[in-house]
């Protein structure tokens, strides 16, 4: 008789305990797919639209705008996102440099309205290339690009320790002669693709 209650509170045992595990199976599921599907829209600012932060600063655009294109002679296929802001004197600029076919980021050009020292503002400009890390090995880049959407493109960048290209001397600040940008995700942004347009 203890045989049968040894073996119908093994049952009951083996049956609670996979009922806990579907249960977190479906929890773990379920957080998956809420992760999945979060998507963290772009902020606006009073300075236009949140892009990302360089420097730990918060940095926004007017405009942004992209272009695709392929090139005859070697047949490579590049994407080029372009982030406008417009200031009352002169604009800024971060522009990057995507593979077409990989749609990995391979360079970055970042032009930035900086401080000069007895006033006034110098113009820095920031430039890497996946190419040219043996030349800067403190300096790299990453992202992703997404061209799924033939209207709109989505991506997003990291960018570690730029060197200012020129009169790092004039910088008030000297912290600005390099830059690092985070947090930079985009979505929506409207962008030709050139062989598409020809193809028509």
Request: hydrophobic share 30%; proline share 2%.
């Amino acid at each position: 008789m203890k045989t049968v209650y040894y073996m119908l509170f093994a049952t009951l045992f083996i049956i609670s305990c996979n009922k806990e595990k579907v249960n977190k199976e479906n929890d773990v599921v379920k957080v998956e797919k809420t992760q999945q599907l979060k998507v963290e829209p772009q902020k606006a600012t009073n300075n236009g639209t949140y892009l990302c932060k360089i420097n730990d600063k918060d940095w926004s655009y007017t405009k942004g705008s992209g272009i695709v294109s392929r090139d005859k002679k070697t047949g490579k296929r590049t994407a080029i996102i372009t982030f406008k802001k417009q200031l009352e004197k002169g604009s800024e600029s971060i522009q990057f440099y995507y593979d077409g076919d990989s749609f990995q980021l391979e360079s970055a050009m970042i032009q930035l309205k900086l401080p000069k020292k007895g006033g006034g503002l110098v113009s820095g400009i920031y430039g890497f290339y996946t190419n040219s890390r043996h030349k800067y090995p403190k300096s790299d880049l990453s992202g992703t690009l997404n061209l799924s959407n033939p209207k709109t493109v989505s991506g997003n960048a990291l960018i570690q320790k730029f060197d200012i290209k020129y009169e790092k001397e004039l910088l008030e600040n000297k912290d600005n002669a390099v830059i690092s940008i985070s947090d930079l995700n985009f979505s929506g942004i409207p962008y030709s693709d050139i062989d598409a347009l020809f193809n028509k």
